[in-house]
């Protein structure tokens, strides 16, 4: 059973536009939601993440939206440029502080980004 | 300071074999975690040691086990190899656990013929 459903599996989008990516969990519990960016040959790289006592947190052109009613959240890409081609994953985990803590990340399955000149 | 380093960094198998990837953590990171990414199946987890502890083990088979030692660097096993674990096997290492910043290894590409 799949945790996170990340959409879409793949993105083009202009240099300059906003790339959008969306994740949608089942889980409750789940009270941590970190992207990370991976480039081929690399290891996926933490890029922002959020709690889910705010609604939105921003670092640079990057900015999470996070609603916690309709247990969806979403990285925005604001100018996004061809150097932010890679494949973007979604993540949720338990915290252990929660005496349910599993210690794990639970992955969507990725959305490659393509930015185009 | 010096990243999360795997090795070997490319592995070919035959079926049958058994397998054995190491992963060194950032210097003072306790707590390694295990990753297997497919195309199909993506990110999924493997298991989570700190202190010397599993943690947390994911759903995978008994075939897949691990370890880490007192130095925090850990190592991972599969035994009777399958086409199917035919992956990137990525470690990651964070000071305590998941929901702290979690830094990934270039990963082990493991081919099984």
């Known amino acids: 059973q799949q945790q996170v459903k990340q959409s879409p599996q793949s993105l083009i989008v202009q240099k300059g536009g906003i790339s959008i990516i969306n994740c949608a969990y089942e889980?409750?519990?789940?009270?941590?939601f970190p992207w990370y960016q991976q480039f081929p040959g690399k290891g996926p790289a933490l890029l922002i993440a959020i709690r889910p006592d705010v609604s939105e947190k921003k670092e640079g052109r990057f900015t999470i939206s996070f609603n916690k009613s309709a247990k969806q959240f979403s990285l925005h890409i604001m100018d996004s440029q061809p150097g932010d081609s890679a494949t973007y994953f979604c993540a949720a985990s338990i915290g252990w502080n929660s005496g349910a803590g599993s210690y794990q990340l639970t992955f969507g399955k990725g959305t490659k980004l393509s930015v185009i000149p | 300071k010096a990243g999360v380093t795997q090795t070997p960094r490319y592995l070919i198998k035959t079926r049958g074999q058994q397998v054995t990837l190491s992963c060194s953590p950032i210097s003072g990171h306790r707590s390694v975690s295990w990753y297997q990414q497919t195309p199909g199946q993506g990110l999924q987890f493997l298991f989570e040691y700190f202190s010397e502890t599993q943690r947390n083990k994911g759903n995978f088979p008994g075939r897949f086990s691990g370890r880490q030692f007192s130095n925090s660097r850990s190592e991972m096993n599969v035994s009777t190899l399958e086409l199917g674990d035919s992956a990137l096997y990525l470690c990651?290492?964070?000071?305590?656990?998941?929901?702290?910043?979690?830094?990934f290894g270039p990963g082990t590409r493991l081919l099984v013929l």
């Open positions: 889980n409750t519990a789940f009270d941590y």
């Open positions: 990651a290492s964070s000071l305590r656990g998941s929901q702290e910043t979690q830094y």
